[in-house]
């Protein structure tokens, strides 16, 4: 089993920067797919990034190319979010998840595991 606990979250205004971290244990993080999902108030569950065991692959949703980066230290068992020019819209609890497959995949059912979520609040 992995366990993946999220932090970073908080309270910003539009136009400023986070980074959401998470750790992950219970497993060999570097077999894993990471991804990123976010759920807005009374809003599915939606992808937001992902990428593959090394990092060197990544795929974004259309809403935040070139404002958010994924990344991962696989020594550390880390993978991070870096959000930057925070709009209202990307306002929701952010999801870590891992995925036990090579491909990156953008469908919620296609992660194993998740973690608990944190919050990101963004003032207009």
């Known amino acids: 089993q992995v366990q993946l606990v999220e932090s970073g979250g908080g309270l910003v205004q539009a136009g400023g920067s986070l980074r959401l971290s998470c750790a992950a244990s219970g497993g060999t993080f570097r077999f894993y797919v990471m991804g990123w999902f976010r759920q807005a108030p009374g809003k599915e569950r939606e992808f937001v990034a992902a990428?593959?065991?090394?990092?060197?692959?990544?795929v974004y949703t259309d809403s935040v190319k070139g404002r958010f980066t994924i990344s991962r230290d696989n020594a550390k068992n880390t993978v991070y979010l870096q959000m930057n020019s925070l709009k209202p819209e990307d306002m929701a609890v952010y999801y870590c998840?891992?995925?036990?497959?090579?491909?990156?995949?953008?469908?919620?059912?296609?992660?194993?595991?998740w973690g608990q979520g944190t919050q990101v609040t963004v003032s207009s």
């Open positions: 998840a891992a995925r036990s497959a090579l491909n990156i995949a953008t469908m919620t059912s296609q992660y194993d595991y």
């Open positions: 990428c593959n065991w090394s990092g060197g692959r990544t």
